[in-house]
């Protein structure tokens, strides 16, 4: 995506210059701290990785000392805010064409400051060819990795930690890429690596792989017997041939030796009997065109074959193909997958992987960092610094597509707590967060992107307004909506470009693009001042609840967590009014719910359950700060805790929208405390637990969640999931399947939504659900 | 050839004839002849109540044709005079094996056996019961799924099966002993006088022929089989062919034990066929004998005599068609046991240019019934098959005889155009594993685009100069040396043509070297397929035959190294010395056995 300076996106590289000016805020990102290098050098692409940490300004909250004062006295807000600098990690992956290497490592060179690195790991078949070059430049030990090893640990590495890392590829359905669920146990596996020659590679578990066999005829076969007989230069240039040429002209079918099909054996008369089988004659020429396309379907069928019977051998279904050959070649994932049907009789299934291009350098990279044991984090990728799949049709502009001149990138962040599978969920191998894909769904697919550009001017101004002594606010947050604007763009064109594209994968774009620009919490103030506000009101529902006999209370505690959640920050008509009369809006909120029978409404069975023995332990998903959480959520938990249920409380670990996040949480909570002896000394004697999720979007992930949270769940034996609000149980986990009881509530606050799923406007969820016996 | 689309018969007619002469094309008229002629017989016979309104004009164009003369008069004749053919078609039925009976059916219920290939041209929807017959070896399978794709990997050439010969593949025919003016009139009619050899299914049987007559054809081809008292011996000549993609392998079996007798009753046209064959080496610019494989003393089906085998390239095939209609092949033998699957394309030809019917032959059946026998008498006392000693040493490397009395199981490899892997059990439990497209077709098509060699040999002769590791990319070029994590030798091939990515590498390539590179590509991929499937299969012997192994010691030698090498000394690399020629032998062996069977 971002293009070198110099280049200009419709020149091929040829005509490239190679002292390129290389914009650093774009490629090479973070390098004044970079730190640990590794270099995957292939036959034309150069894959840098770089460890670097960064810089954000993160918000932290901070809670008074409310000791011996009277919370409800003070006109205060209830805690404190500062931004501070907070420093993450983030691997760095730059992709380039050789042609650039030179111009790169001077780059590199530049503007490495602060490091105190010796050594760069390096693979691929060119390490061999640059070492002198990169030790030159860089002054640094050039450590060669073994390729496959790198190759295995890189694959490994993104199977376990970018959720849609692996798609088939169908060619005439829409969308072309079915992406694959993560398999909670990615072993064991077959890798095909279609470089120059084709390297089979079984791989059973992180430390065991073995290289069961290969072929010679590969990428370095098309591209050089292309080359030969088409006089065309380019690897890119000859798969465009290829895409327009009949090889029928040139092959030699069934029906040309028969007449027709082959009865007996039947295989169709289309059937290529013989590869080049007619160019057996000197008076004929052949268009370049259809010896491409003959070259190709040659070459792929054979790898497909080879790769169907070592699969076969080793009884593996899971096939991995990777490979420049395959570089997300819409050509050459086509006609590899069709010839893994044809031999496999569709045993097998022909497995592609978005970052496929970088898992030498992804490998060598951990390789080295083999000290800092990275594999005991997770990562994240992050959507606003990586480039995405690239479109997919050839046809439409194929010197574009083939990245001449262009950089790829991806990043990941390092979590700061691995991520791990919620122990509650039926099936973690069918688990699909998202409830509509949007890459599938086209027209769900333009009301939300335009939903979120039509929203992008909030989101600046609110960007903004959450920095006012910034004086760069402003330009950062412009940079924010281009960025922003940009990816929505892509995204139209290639849904694609990111795995499935879901609302949940808009929403996370944005806070990335958001963190990008340091505006790390744009909804602090806003949360700051609701959470306030609804602190006040607390004891006032809490009374009035208190009121209620228990049949009615219990209703009240449900339409209070759902007018809670009516507090979104786009409802903005109803914070408005909050300003003014809190308690107003709250009651206001709760008329606006639609009356019973709800959209979805389950509420009589959830209150027969009431009636009957307390759940052990109840897992609760937040979702807003303010009046959602302190109004909604916690008189249901303590309600929850005088029954005699634990509660484990979630919230996000970082910011997203104004949703309340963990630390936010600790500070309500102590201050919800000290009004209520309940949630008091449930906190004592940690019967109410509060957890952070391990995420920090606005949308619910249950294959990734904290791994504390998770041995929590497991450790207290929950048997109630209640996932709260549109992001969390709309949007993502809708059809999510658990082992035990789970209530789902939601407000639909958009109504378009609300539509399509039958209803109007704050149309409510409630899903009670029981898992079968 | 014939382009235009008969309406009703005369229509038809005139259009054939019409569409013959406007194409000027030399082999069109050819072809149109022989087919309205056969359609005039057979509507004589099967519909005479088009047969007459077709007979005026084509009896008025026929003596235009080169040889068109006799024909005609026989059409003619035999329109005036259906013979006693219904019986006769019946005869020509093969026996009727279960999976022949779903392409005979409509075909044999149709009581015509002689124009199926008007199914294969236009003239279909003007004839009810013939528009309904699909045409043979034409029909498109409907189940297969890739039906629509654009291209399709690995069915391989020569991977072949005949269950479609449904009609027509009479066993033989014997040869009138009579001057050819009578017997050749017999056999545009369909009048072969072979008695119902095989039961058949009543439905399946032709309709009832219209009263018939002895034909002085018919009378003549009785006596000479009676003459001879060899009743369960085909008459002379003794063919097998095998039409694959690139080369059609015929053998001919030339008997030595002829008395005077027969030497004296022996037709012009059988002698001329004997003369020419045995007397020649080359035939035309592109046949050829080999005379180094000709077996001696052979004795087959009671006959003692030598088993010739001869070649010419698959694109001299309509030659050979129009050669046999010149020499009037048809009126010695109407039926030609052939295999491969130009059997089936040229099948129509065959009929219509020749006036022959080939009996269509499985051509994996054939190649495995061939083998075995071929193996079993031996190469003129000495071993068929052979291996190499030492494969993975180059100086000690050697040819050595193999026993192959117990064969089973073998994974056979036949590489002609295309590649098909066979894994036989016994002599007749065998399955094709897979097959692949790369085979000899794409050595030599790859080869003659990359140095505008135009024949096998010359791309072999370059590749034996060649020096392949200048085109690949070897382990050690990318590694500058072995790649010991995972044991491969720096010496092995990372990439074919790997080196070719490089500008400057191909500008400074020689032929010799692409030649060598493409044959040592295509030859190890074979062999890797091969080494896969008998692993899959478990099975440890590996027979390589077919003619990409014709004259190509590098690729025999690589295949032993490969197999040896890879498999760390557990398969073994088998070869025969007739490579190609087993299909060809195995057709001929069904042309005795269909006698035998009788």
């Known amino acids: 995506m971002a293009e070198c300076g110099a280049s200009g996106s419709g020149s091929s590289g040829d005509s490239l210059d190679k002292s390129i000016t290389l914009p650093p805020d774009e490629i090479f990102r973070n390098l004044e701290n970079a730190k640990r290098f590794a270099i995957d050098i292939g036959g034309s692409l150069t894959k840098l990785a770089y460890y670097s940490t960064v810089q954000h300004k993160v918000a932290r909250v901070r809670s008074f000392d409310y000791s011996g004062k009277d919370a409800e006295q003070d006109h205060e807000p209830p805690y404190e805010i500062s931004v501070q600098e907070e420093v993450t990690a983030r691997l760095h992956f730059v992709k380039f064409e050789n042609t650039y290497i030179e111009a790169c490592l001077d780059f590199i060179k530049d503007h490495l400051v602060n490091t105190d690195t010796k050594v760069i790991q390096a693979t691929g078949g060119g390490a061999y060819k640059f070492k002198d070059l990169i030790e030159e430049k860089l002054r640094l030990r050039v450590d060669k990795e073994d390729v496959m090893t790198c190759l295995i640990k890189g694959c490994n590495f993104v199977l376990k930690n970018i959720p849609h890392e692996a798609f088939v590829y169908q060619k005439d359905s829409d969308p072309e890429f079915r992406f694959q669920t993560n398999h909670p146990n990615i072993f064991p596996y077959l890798l095909v690596n279609i470089g120059s020659g084709v390297s089979i590679v079984k791989v059973e578990t992180e430390d065991r792989f073995e290289w069961i066999g290969g072929s010679s005829i590969g990428g370095g076969t098309f591209w050089g017997l292309g080359a030969l007989l088409t006089k065309t230069k380019k690897f890119d240039e000859l798969l465009h041939l290829a895409s327009k040429g009949q090889h029928t002209n040139v092959d030699m079918l069934v029906q040309d030796i028969y007449g027709g099909a082959h009865q007996t054996l039947g295989l169709s008369g289309n059937l290529i009997a013989s590869s080049f089988g007619k160019s057996a004659t000197a008076d004929r020429d052949f268009s370049k065109e259809d010896m491409a396309k003959s070259l190709l379907h040659m070459i792929s069928n054979d790898i497909g074959q080879l790769a169907c019977l070592y699969a076969k051998l080793h009884c593996l279904d899971r096939v991995y193909f990777g490979g420049f050959f395959i570089r997300g070649h819409p050509v050459t994932m086509r006609t590899i997958t069709y010839s893994i049907n044809f031999f496999s009789k569709g045993e097998v299934q022909a497995l592609f992987l978005r970052h496929e291009g970088y898992l030498g350098a992804i490998g060598a990279f951990l390789k080295g960092a083999e000290q800092d044991n990275p594999n005991q984090y997770s990562w994240g990728e992050n959507y606003a610094g990586s480039s995405g799949l690239m479109s997919s049709s050839p046809e439409l502009c194929p010197t574009q597509r083939a990245r001449s001149g262009t950089f790829d990138l991806l990043e990941m962040d390092r979590l700061e707590r691995p991520l791990v599978n919620l122990p509650l969920l039926l099936d973690p191998s069918s688990y699909v967060p998202d409830t509509v894909d949007l890459t599938d769904d086209a027209l769900a697919r333009k009301y939300w992107l335009t939903c979120f550009e039509e929203a992008l001017d909030g989101v600046v101004k609110r960007a903004v307004a959450s920095q006012p002594g910034s004086v760069d606010a402003t330009e950062r947050a412009e940079k924010f909506r281009q960025k922003y604007w940009s990816k929505l ?26 963190n990008e620009f340091n505006f790390p919490d744009p909804y602090s103030k806003v949360k700051q001042k609701e959470n306030g506000v609804a602190l006040k009101c607390f004891p006032r529902v809490i009374r009035g609840l208190d009121a209620l006999g228990w049949e009615d209370r219990q209703l009240a505690l449900v339409k209070g967590l759902l007018a809670g959640n009516v507090f979104d920050w786009g409802a903005k008509a109803v914070s408005d009014v909050l300003e003014s009369d809190p308690q107003f809006g709250f009651e206001e909120a709760k008329m606006k719910l639609q009356e019973r029978p709800w959209l979805v409404d389950s509420y009589s069975k959830w209150l027969q359950r009431l009636k009957g023995p307390p759940h052990k332990c109840a897992l609760i998903f937040a979702d807003n700060s303010g009046i959602d959480v302190i109004l909604g959520v916690f008189p249901f938990v303590r309600e929850l805790l005088s029954r005699g249920t634990e509660v484990i409380l979630a919230c996000n670990s970082g910011p997203a929208l104004n949703d309340v996040t963990y630390c936010e949480s600790l500070i309500v909570a102590e201050r919800i405390a000290a009004m209520d002896p309940v949630v008091h000394s449930a906190l004592r004697e940690e019967r109410l637990l509060l957890m952070q999720t391990g995420s ?39 059809h999510a399947a658990l082992r035990c009881e789970s209530l789902k509530l939601a407000v639909i606050k958009n109504s378009w939504l609300a539509e399509r799923l039958g209803g109007r406007l704050f149309s409510v969820i409630f899903k009670y659900e029981v898992p079968a016996e | ?289 080999d005379v180094h494989l000709e077996l001696k003393n052979l004795t087959m089906c009671g006959r003692k005599g030598n088993l010739h085998f001869i070649r010419f390239p698959s694109c001299a095939m309509h030659r050979f068609i129009q050669m046999g209609s010149e020499k009037n092949f048809s009126s010695l033998h109407t039926t030609l046991c052939a295999t491969g699957g130009g059997a089936f394309k040229f ?135 072995d790649y010991e994590r995972f044991g491969l030798q720096g010496s092995a091939v990372a990439s074919s043509f790997g080196n070719m990515m490089s500008k400057e590498k191909r500008d400074s390539i020689s032929k010799e070297d692409l030649a060598r590179a493409t044959l040592v590509t295509i030859t190890n991929n074979i062999g890797s397929i091969a080494r896969m499937c008998a692993l899959n299969e478990n099975i440890d012997r590996v027979v390589f035959v077919g003619n990409f192994l014709r004259i190509n010691m590098v690729s025999m030698k690589l295949l032993a190294y490969a197999m040896d ?16 020629y087993f299909g060809a032998v195995g057709a001929l062996l069904e042309l005795f056995k269909m006698t035998d069977d009788q």
Not at chain 2, 423 to 449: E, I, P, Q, W
Request: aromatic share 6%; charged share 25%.
């Open chain 1, 489 to 514: 763009q892509t995204l139209r064109h290639q849904p694609f470009a990111y795995g499935t594209l879901t609302v949940r994968s808009l929403l996370d774009t944005r806070e990335h693009c958001l």
């Open chain 2, 1 to 289: 050839m014939l382009k235009l689309v008969g309406g009703g018969g005369g229509q038809h007619w005139a259009c054939s004839v019409a569409g013959t002469g406007l194409g000027g094309k030399e082999a069109a008229f050819e072809v149109a002849r022989p087919r309205y002629q056969e359609e005039a017989g057979c509507r004589g016979h099967g519909w005479g109540s088009a047969g007459i309104s077709d007979s005026a004009p084509g009896a008025g164009m026929l003596p235009a044709g080169a040889a068109g003369r006799a024909r005609g008069g026989q059409s003619a004749e035999e329109r005036g005079e259906p013979v006693g053919e219904g019986e006769e078609r019946r005869a020509r039925h093969p026996p009727a094996p279960a999976l022949r009976l779903l392409n005979r059916k409509p075909q044999g219920g149709s009581g015509e056996i002689k124009t199926p290939e008007n199914d294969l041209q236009r003239g279909r929807l003007s004839r009810g019961p013939r528009a309904a017959a699909p045409a043979p070896g034409m029909g498109d399978r409907g189940g297969r799924p890739e039906h629509s794709a654009t291209h399709a990997p690995g069915a391989p050439a020569d991977a072949g099966a005949a269950a479609v010969n449904g009609l027509l593949h009479n066993g033989f025919h014997p040869p009138p002993v009579q001057p050819p003016r009578l017997c050749s009139r017999g056999p545009a009619g369909g009048g072969d006088a072979a008695p119902p050899r095989l039961p058949l299914l009543p439905e399946l049987q032709p309709q009832p022929p219209p009263p018939q007559h002895d034909s002085p054809a018919k009378k003549c081809r009785l006596r000479r089989r009676m003459d001879s008292g060899r009743k369960n011996r085909p008459p002379f000549p003794w063919f097998g062919m095998d039409i694959g993609g690139t080369l059609v392998k015929l053998v001919y079996f030339e008997p030595k034990d002829i008395t005077a007798e027969e030497e004296q009753e022996e037709v012009e046209n059988l002698k001329s066929i004997r003369k020419y064959l045995t007397s020649n080496t080359a035939y035309g610019k592109t046949g050829i004998r």
């Open chain 2, 347 to 481: 099948e129509k030809d065959f009929r219509m240019i020749a006036d022959l019917q080939l009996h269509k032959l499985d051509e994996l059946d054939c190649l495995i019934q061939g083998l075995l026998y071929v193996d079993s008498v031996g190469f003129n006392g000495k071993p068929e098959c052979y291996y190499f000693e030492n494969p993975t040493n180059p100086e000690l490397c050697q040819k050595k005889p193999y026993c192959l009395d117990n064969p089973y199981p073998m994974l056979l490899v036949n590489m002609g155009s295309g590649v098909s892997i066979l894994a036989v059990y016994s002599k007749d439990n065998y399955k094709r594993v897979t097959g692949t497209s790369l085979g000899g077709g794409t050595f030599l098509g790859l080869c003659c685009l990359l140095t505008g060699c135009e024949t096998f040999e010359e791309a072999l002769e370059m590749a034996a100069k060649g020096d392949s590791t200048n085109v690949d990319k070897l382990v050690k070029d990318i590694y500058g040396g």
């Open chain 1, 696 to 734: 920090s979007s606005p949308c619910l992930d249950l294959s990734r969640l904290d791994k504390g949270l998770a041995v929590l769940v497991r450790e207290r034996g929950a048997d109630l999931v209640v996932i709260e609000g549109m992001g969390r149980a709309v949007h993502t986990n809708y």
């Open chain 2, 565 to 580: 090498f890879w498999s760390k000394g557990q398969l073994k690399a088998l070869f025969l010395e007739h490579e190609g």
